[in-house]
Each structure stands twice: as C-alpha cells, then as structure tokens.
C-alpha cells in the first residue's frame, strides 16, 4: 500500500508540473513545422525579427530558464548533394585527363609521358595530402589566415556530417564537400607544372608541390573562403561576431566564386617564379618548340571546358538558380573568349589557329571563374571578350617583356585571365550592369548600396596579397628543393627527352 501511494503522489506531482511548465513557455517563440530552425552561437542574445528569407528564425533568449525541445539537425538534400557528386567527378577529369592531354600536346614528343606522369602524380599526391591535413587548415576556425588541426585526417567526420551552403538551413553532406574543395586544390597545383615543362626534375616537382600546397594554396585557400556559414546570421552583431571568425579575404568581402586568387592567380604567380628559377630551355629562342600534337591539345581543352561547368556551377554547392548561372555564364563567357582571341590572331597575324582557339576558350573560363556566380549574362559575355584580347597580348607581348621561359603560357593565361576576371568581377557584380551585388545573410537580400569602386578596390587587395604571398612561398620552395636535391635535370637528359632519362618509357614509338 505504501508504494502504491507514493506512486500515486509522484503522479500528481508530475500532472501539476507539467502544467506550470505549459504555462511557462506561452511566451517562448516557436518555429513553424515546416521551417529549419537556425542556431545562433551560445553568447548570442538574439530577438525574433522577421527576415525576408527561404527560413523563419527563432532563437530563445540564453537566459530562458525552458527551451523549447531541439529542432532535428538539417538533413542533406539529395538533390544538392547529387549535384556536388557529378561536379566533383567533373573537376577530377578536368585535371586527369583534361589538363594533362592540354599539356602533354603542347610540348615535344619526347616529353610528352613526363609531363601526363607529372599531372597525374601531382593530383594523386595532392588528395591524399588534403585528407591528411589540407582541408583540415583550410576549412576549420582558426586565425585569418590558417585554420586549426582539429580534422586531421578527417577525424570527427562521419557519414552523418554535414557541411553548410549558402542558404539557411540548406546543408550538404561534408565527406562530398571534402572531394570537391580537395579536387580543386589537386588541381590547382598541376596547374603549375607548365611553366616549366620538359626540363625539371621529377623529385623536384613532388617536393615543390608538397611546400607550396601546404604554404601557399592552403591559407590563401582559408583566407578567401573559409566562414562559419549562413545559419548563425540572424542579427548585424551575430553577423559581426561570426564574419571575425573568417579569413581574412573573406572578412575584407573579396568576392570569388570558384577560384580567380586561390586558383588561377595563386598558381599562375608559382608557375612564373618557377620559370626564372628553373631556367629556359636550352634552345630556347634559337631552337622550334612547336606543340607535337595540337589534336590532344584541343581535345584537352574540350575536357577542360566540360569540367569547368563542374568547378563554376558546383561551386554554388546546391542544386539552384545561382548554379543555374554560374554555368550559363561559364558558356558564354568560354565560347566569347574563343571567338575574340581567333578574330585578334586573324588580324594580327592573317590566320586564325587551332591554338588559338583552345587558349582562348581557356582564358574565357579562367576569367570568368571569380565572376561566374556574381554577374549577369551580358557581364560574363563582355569579360569572355576581353579576357581573349588581354591573354592574347599576355601570351605574346607580356611574355616577351617578362623574359622568362613560361613553356605553356600558365602566366599569360592563367595570371593575366585570373587578374582580369577578379577586377572585373567588382565590376559587373553591379546590380546595376545585371549583377548579384553584396548578398547580406541578415536579411536575405542583396544590400541596398553597390559601389563599384570600393568593390573593385577590395578586388584588387585580393589580387595583391595573392600575388605576394604565392611570390613568396614559391621563391622559398623552390631555394629549398635546389637546395636539397637541385631542380633541374642534366643537359644531355634534357636533350634526349625527359620521357626516357627521368622515366624509362615513351609515349610514342616509331
């Protein structure tokens, strides 16, 4: 009887508390059923205050002494994450075989293995040296220009892992956003082996890459793109409190859609330092250096431009109208870019090439990779334009003032489309000319005011301090790799072909 009666005391104590905490929470907001809930950071005192965005926001006053019961976690959308597995694979096959073929044709046959060898074992190294510490720094809080240790070898990520996008709420299964963000930096290393293809040494160009990716791609990397994502920006001092957690690029509010300063420019500046540090060929200005297969040349180019749709259009990392354009302006601008480097080569020089038309398609989507998810079509047909004139000249007249010895063009292409599409980019991100403008989380809308001179004054603090530091990195690489194992191979090596000497094999056999 004594257990029965105080069983039936707890149970009107438990009735009589239920109720008072029913009373209590009439004044605490609740989220709709069909709205994710945004969490704002701990010491974050944050009032309901209705937003014009996809989600309605609630947070609790961190005093309230009874929460409403914790919204279920965002769930991936199958669509978006869809979507950023095709994209991944589509940047993978723009660096093996997009690149590599891009490269090998534009050398001599007796190269031709070495520098597909050189891409492919590039990439391969690159990736697992994302997954090992790479993403690790690039995409965890840290300073503004490093992230922390804490996901070494992707410790802590699980299938269930989520990574955020750009719209509240909207998530993406972080093991996916891992590849895609580790392809880009694998490829964006090869990029540089063509400033000075068919005369370095193999070891040589596995040590440089590990120094430079480490010191060089990774905080410029942190540094342009690393935030703590949209859903914490739920009020002006929340949104302070969290863009002072980002890079310091990012903090200035550079704008760079899918790589023009870590990608394009970053690499570009390596390839030239290399070029002064390894040296001209021998026979350089004396001897023809003529592409021995511009076929592979133009079918690498092809792949390139397929791929690109991936690196553009998958940046937006969702399924949407913003990747929508991204890939119709990467299109345009591509096929704008070609069009104008053939018509100048026409003039200038009485024929239009097939060279001339893979580098032209080439520095339209370099020039437009900044600008892709920012400007209006007519922006990005404008700068495909201009980006096929000024990489022309890059390749011819830029190259000769320079002096250096830019086998494949990495700097005329690559640094001068990557510096032209990130200046631009403040340009005709305007909405005034069709562009986005300034995206502001708070409220969901783009910022009433765009100036285009304070943007294109932020543009070029990020084209500056990438230079810089990619100068620097790599002029400290390349001392320590000559150093330690010295970066060119031999004269009669070089003479006979890099294929045999460095490799044992050739592509080609008569």
Known sequence: ???????????????????????????IPVVPAAAPAVTAPADAKVEVKPVEAPAAVAVVEAAAPVAEAAAPAPVPNKGDNAWLFVATALVIMMSVPGLALFYGGLVRAKNMLSVLLQVFAVFSLISVLWVLYGYSIAFTEGSAFFGSLDKVLLKGITPDSVAATFSKGVVISEFIYVAFQGAFAAITVALILGAFAERIKFSAVLLFSVLWFTFSYLPVAHMVWYWAGPDGYVSADAADKLNATAGFLFQKGALDFAGGTVVHINAAVAGLVGAFMVGKRIGFGRESFAPHSLTLTIVGASLLWVGWFGFNAGSALEANGTAALAFVNTWVATAAAAMAWLLAEWIIKGKPSGLGGASGAVAGMVAITPACGFVGVVGAIV???LAGVVCLWGVNGLKRMLGADDSLDVFGVHGVGGILGALLTGVFASPSLGGSGIFDNVTGKAADAYSIGDQVLIQLTAVGTTIVWSAV???IAFKLVDMFIGLRVPEDEEREGLDITSHGESAYHN
């Open 383 to 385: 700068i495909g334009l």
């Open 473 to 475: 990195v790599a002029f």
């Open 1 to 27: 009887m004594k257990k029965l009666f105080a069983a039936l005391l707890a149970s009107v104590a438990v009735s009589f508390a239920g109720g008072a905490l029913a009373d209590d929470k009439q004044d």
